[in-house]
Structure formats: C-alpha cells, structure tokens
C-alpha cells in the first residue's frame, strides 16, 4: 500500500476559501447551504453524501468513502457553524471573504474549523487512490451547532451510533489533544422585593444581595485556582460573565440575574458542580433576608479524556510524528469540543486540527496553508493506519 500521499493543494484551498465565504454564524447557525455546497463536492468525486436536515435551515453533512470490504468505521468529525463576525469595521479583511494572502487564509471559521472540514475532505479525495486496500469505512461528518449546544453531533450520534474510532477537526496547531475542559454555564436568578428608591428600606435589592453571590463566586474561583487540577488541561475555572438587573433608575429592583461560566475538568460530576452554585444561594438567602435564589444550568458541555493506549490515538501520535517530523506527544485543551458528546456515546477519539486556538473567536481569524495541508496528510494517515490492510 502506498504510503507517501498528494494532497490536491488546489482542492483543498479552493474549498476551504469557499466554506469560509458562505456564512454559518451561530447563532443563528443556518448551516444547510455550506452543508449542502461540501456534499455536492465530495459527490461529485464519487463519495456517497447525503444531508441531514435539523429544523430549517440547520443541516450536517455525512459523506461515506467505503472501502474494499468490510472493516471498522473511522469518523472525521468537525462543524460547519461559526461564532459571529462582531465588528466589521475592527476586521482588517473581509470576514467572510475567504483572502488567501501571504500564505494564509483568512475569515471567520478558517481556523474554528472549516479548514478542518477542508482538510479532512482532501483527505477523502486522496484516500479514493487506496479506496480497495481499506477494510471497514470513513464517515466525514460536517455538523451544525458545536458553538452553542452541539444539536448537530448529538443528532448524527442518535442516526448512526457509535463509530470505532473518532477525529475531532478543531485548531489544536496539529498537537494531538486527549482530554479537554468541559463547561456549565450557570444562571442564577436572585429575587428581592420592589420600593421607591426614596425609601430603599421598604425593599429587598436584589442586585445588592446578587453583589454578595458574585463575592462568594470570586471566593470559589480562588479555591479552584489553589486546586490540584489535571495534568492536561490544568485547573478548574469560574468567572460571573453576564449580569443584568432594575427597571428604572428610581426603583429598587426586585430581580437580577448573573450568568456564570464554569469549567469542568475530566472526572467532575456536573450534578456535584451545580450543588456548589445551590450551597453559595442557600448561604446567601440566610445573610439577605426576604431574597430568593433560583439557580439552573442554561448549558452543559463534556469534560473528556482518551487513554494514550487507544488506537486511535496511537495512530494520531504515529501521523503527527510521521508528517512533522517531530515527537508527538498528548495534549489538553482548555476549550470544550464536541469529542464530549462522542466519547459519552462509546467512541474513542481524539481532536486535531490545523489553526491555533488563539485565533478562533477574534477579529483577523486566519490559518497557515502549510497547516492545512499537513493536516489533510496527517488525516490520511491515520486512516490507514487505522483501517489499512495488513500485507
């Protein structure tokens, strides 16, 4: 079997410009027309793909290359959907212009991830020269909705099952990751009780008794900041985010709500978290009388990790190895990924992708060329590493 792979540079470049141009912010999300354009692609080379309609405008991707007989069954996984552009005018290209320049690509979701997609789909394209000596199949999965909820992977995981093995695309600088952070994003709602603000002692304040659970917050912070933590990813975090509260300046508001970020490292228990989030409501209610706290979790995203002897992830380490020419060693993401919700569903995997984290989420977004198509090889290794016939 052929070792030494080409990647069609000007495939792969044309359609991650082209992913780029096509706008997938989430939210709203509205992903069918990018899902639709990389189908047709991958279509058109001969590789059976198929859309998978969420509600509206909201779609996967699934593109199947099958091999020459029956085998396991590999899952390239990353998302069509994007954050939002933000300012325009702080962008110094055109967010959505898909600007190759300087050996880069530029706009929102070169980095978070639609170089991934690209990348994985050139993958494809290369892995069709080798397509009878693969045993089993690899399955690319473009989906909806990883920036907010993961709608998108959770439905391709109740359609299809569990795969054998799973590649996140994310921008990890090619580093293979085996563990990331989880979030709980906590809402707490804190009521108190109108007055004019003339004889604020007639009510209770709720933003007053809601300044006292952000100090019990900032408590907590510096307690996880003096914890052990994991030897990937680090230590458990939180931070008040959002706060909101009053309707008119000579009211004393009966109602204020804070939104609060938490991130969970593997092994917390998210139930266990949110009891934390309860005791601080219950100390404070004690402390400010005729106040009510209603705490909820408004999102959950998984805290994963992977063994370093899985497979999957053998094979990873092997094809950044191979391809870099450097020693490839585990890595943790301080972000959450949809390799959560795949690990949960009984498949190992782990996340890889061209990009650096520090470039998703900001104005400028970009990712090296050369990444891209480092990455297309190392995703091509890997399948057949994991899926080639031994000779």
Not at 79 to 91: Q, S
Request: glycine share 8%; net charge negative.
């Amino acid at each position: 079997m052929p070792m030494d792979v080409h990647i069609d540079r000007e495939f792969l470049l044309s359609l991650a410009s082209a992913l780029v141009r096509i706008n997938t912010e989430n939210p709203p999300g509205r992903e069918l027309e990018a899902a639709s354009f990389l189908a047709e692609r991958l279509a058109d080379l001969g590789i059976k793909s198929t859309i998978d309609r969420l509600d509206g405008v909201r779609a996967n991707a699934v593109c199947i290359l099958e091999g020459g007989s029956a085998g396991p069954t590999l899952l390239f996984n990353s998302h069509l959907d994007t954050v939002p552009v933000g300012e325009r005018d702080r962008w110094q290209v055109e967010p959505l212009g898909g600007l190759i320049r300087d050996g880069r690509l530029y706009g929102r979701g070169s980095a978070d991830a639609k170089g991934s997609i690209a990348a994985m789909a050139a993958s494809l394209k290369a892995l069709l020269n080798v397509q009878d000596k693969i045993r089993g199949k690899v399955v690319l999965a473009a989906v909806a909705d990883e920036e907010v909820s993961g709608i998108g992977t959770k439905a391709l995981l109740s359609k299809y099952g569990k795969f054998d093995f799973a590649i996140v695309g994310e921008p990890t600088g090619l580093r293979v990751c085996t563990a990331h952070k989880g979030r709980l994003e906590i809402k707490v709602r804190v009521k108190g009780k109108p007055a004019h603000a003339s004889m604020p002692q007639e009510g209770v304040n709720a933003i007053i008794a809601a300044v006292s659970y952000c100090n019990e917050i900032e408590h907590m912070a510096d307690l996880l900041s003096r914890s052990e933590g994991h030897p990937l990813v680090g230590k458990p975090t939180v931070a008040v985010t959002m706060i909101s509260g009053g309707i008119k300046s000579n009211v004393i508001p009966d109602e204020c709500v804070l939104v609060i970020d938490r991130r969970l490292i593997p092994g917390e228990d998210s139930e266990v978290v949110k009891a934390s989030f309860d005791k601080i409501a219950s100390k404070v209610m004690a402390e400010r009388r005729g106040t009510e706290f209603v705490v909820s979790i408004t999102q959950y995203h998984r805290a994963t990790e992977v063994s370093t002897s899985e497979p999957v992830v053998q094979a990873a380490l092997e094809a950044v190895s191979k391809t870099l020419k450097v020693k490839a060693e585990p890595f943790g993401l301080p972000a959450y990924t949809d390799l959560g919700w795949i690990v949960a569903a009984g498949t190992p995997g782990v996340v890889l992708g061209p990009g650096e984290l520090s470039q998703a989420h900001t104005y400028n977004e970009s990712v090296p060329i050369d990444e891209l198509e480092a990455a297309a090889k190392i995703y091509y290794e890997i399948a057949l590493k994991l899926l080639g016939k031994q000779e």
